[in-house]
């Protein structure tokens, strides 16, 4: 049985305007140490689908027309507040992405930290400040037995997000949220953060679910990538298979349209035309036909569902493996550049 398994999950926002479909029927599944990159333009439902697996979405505006998160076995959507408490921190835990605004201004980072430990782990105060100052160590910030008592505008940019990774691990969790951990960060401390998520998955064994709009990080630390788009699930498979060989047009777009060093000068950037498809009133037939490269009379009037197109690798797209390469080649030859 898998550790977390996300079955047709509905995340829906009443406003004046109609009903936001902010995530319309996604589903994944995810193992024991296992990452999962979940990848997408901003407004394509990434960070709402982590949201709703931590029932931290406010009800109302939000409600769950369908779906299970089944966490352990356990429907998560049927949970009281009061037992989600207990599996918030402990079982599951999140890394936000603008730490400046997490972490309370007023508290010092050991308080913080400490308090997230006590309460699931009923320990003495001074076992948490023990827990405190070696997540701290563990997550490479210097001296941090004088740390643990500083404050967050204290720390740099990077030393806050790698406080905010601390307090997510302090209790252990089985699962680790990380809704653009990188986004912030220059290059450098962005390179430094995903190895050093990577050493402490080794070390704890933990589940992480990353949430990006850069294809390059979960290059870096997937197993497996889901492509979201238009609040759905559009590509699903290995992480090599997604990057190297994507069978949707979105994601081929996606992937076109960042530069890579290792292709400078040799394939020119395809930018993505359009706009992201409002979720209130999402286009007949497929979301992506308006802005698809690929596109097909029939794109307007069909509605695609995740389709295996290869073992362990499916797309919504109507069209086959090979009027997608064909597409492929197609661009690629009428911009002069061999296929990437």
Same mark, same amino acid.
């Given at each position: 049985?898998?550790?977390?398994?996300?079955?047709? +999950?509905?995340?829906? &926002?009443?406003?004046? @305007?109609? *009903?936001?479909? $902010? /995530?319309?029927?996604?589903?994944?599944?995810?193992?024991?140490?296992e990452t999962?990159?979940?990848?997408?333009?901003?407004?394509?439902?990434?960070?709402?689908?982590?949201?709703?697996?931590?029932?931290?979405?406010?009800?109302?505006?939000?409600?769950?027309?369908?779906?299970?998160?089944?966490?352990?076995?356990?429907n998560l959507?049927?949970?009281?507040?009061?037992?989600?408490?207990?599996?918030?921190?402990?079982?599951?835990?999140?890394?936000?992405?603008?730490?400046?605004?997490? +972490?309370?201004?007023? &508290?010092?980072?050991? @308080?913080? *930290?400490?308090? $997230? /430990?006590?309460?699931?782990?009923?320990?003495?105060?001074?076992?948490?400040?023990?827990?405190?100052?070696?997540?701290?160590?563990?997550?490479?910030?210097?001296?941090?037995?004088?740390?643990?008592?500083?404050?967050?505008?204290?720390?740099?940019?990077?030393?806050?997000?790698?406080?905010?990774?601390?307090?997510?691990?302090?209790?252990?969790?089985?699962?680790?949220?990380?809704?653009?951990?990188?986004?912030?960060?220059?290059?450098?401390?962005?390179?430094?953060?995903?190895?050093?998520?990577?050493?402490?998955?080794?070390?704890y064994g933990?589940?992480?679910?990353?949430?990006?709009?850069?294809?390059?990080?979960?290059?870096?630390?997937?197993?497996?990538?889901?492509?979201?788009?238009?609040?759905?699930?559009?590509?699903?498979?290995?992480?090599?298979?997604?990057?190297?060989?994507?069978?949707?047009?979105?994601?081929?777009?996606?992937?076109?349209?960042?530069?890579?060093?290792?292709?400078?000068?040799?394939?020119?950037?395809?930018?993505?035309?359009?706009?992201?498809?409002?979720?209130?009133?999402?286009?007949?037939?497929?979301?992506?036909?308006?802005?698809?490269?690929?596109?097909?009379?029939?794109?307007?009037?069909?509605?695609?569902?995740?389709?295996?197109?290869?073992?362990?690798?499916?797309?919504?797209?109507?069209?086959?493996?090979?009027?997608?390469?064909?597409?492929?080649?197609?661009?690629?030859?009428?911009?002069?550049?061999?296929?990437?």
């Amino acid at each position: 049985m898998a550790l977390l398994e996300v079955k047709n +999950l509905k995340t829906h &926002f009443k406003t004046p @305007d109609g *009903i936001v479909k $902010a /995530v319309d029927g996604v589903s994944f599944t995810v193992d024991e140490g296992e990452t999962l990159g979940i990848v997408g333009e901003s407004g394509s439902g990434k960070s709402v689908t982590a949201m709703s697996l931590m029932q931290l979405n406010p009800v109302p505006p939000c409600f769950y027309p369908e779906g299970e998160i089944l966490f352990e076995g356990r429907n998560l959507l049927e949970a009281s507040e009061r037992e989600m408490q207990k599996i918030r921190g402990d079982d599951m835990a999140m890394i936000f992405q603008d730490p400046m605004t997490s +972490l309370n201004p007023v &508290f010092t980072v050991g @308080d913080q *930290i400490m308090e $997230a /430990v006590r309460v699931h782990q009923k320990v003495s105060k001074k076992e948490a400040r023990d827990k405190a100052i070696e997540v701290l160590r563990d997550v490479g910030i210097a001296n941090p037995e004088k740390r643990v008592d500083e404050y967050p505008h204290q720390y740099s940019g990077g030393m806050r997000q790698r406080a905010m990774i601390a307090m997510a691990l302090s209790c252990n969790p089985k699962i680790l949220l990380a809704d653009e951990p990188t986004t912030a960060l220059d290059v450098t401390i962005q390179a430094q953060i995903l190895e050093l998520m990577v050493g402490l998955q080794e070390k704890y064994g933990t589940a992480i679910i990353m949430i990006t709009h850069d294809l390059g990080v979960v290059a870096q630390l997937a197993d497996k990538i889901m492509v979201m788009y238009g609040g759905r699930a559009v590509e699903t498979g290995p992480t090599d298979d997604v990057f190297y060989d994507p069978l949707m047009p979105y994601s081929w777009s996606l992937i076109r349209s960042i530069p890579r060093l290792d292709k400078a000068g040799e394939v020119r950037l395809l930018p993505i035309k359009g706009s992201p498809p409002s979720l209130i009133f999402l286009p007949k037939g497929c979301n992506f036909a308006p802005r698809c490269p690929f596109v097909k009379d029939e794109c307007h009037e069909i509605d695609p569902g995740l389709e295996e197109k290869r073992p362990g690798h499916r797309a919504a797209c109507i069209l086959s493996v090979e009027e997608i390469e064909e597409n492929k080649h197609r661009i690629d030859a009428e911009l002069g550049v061999e296929q990437a």
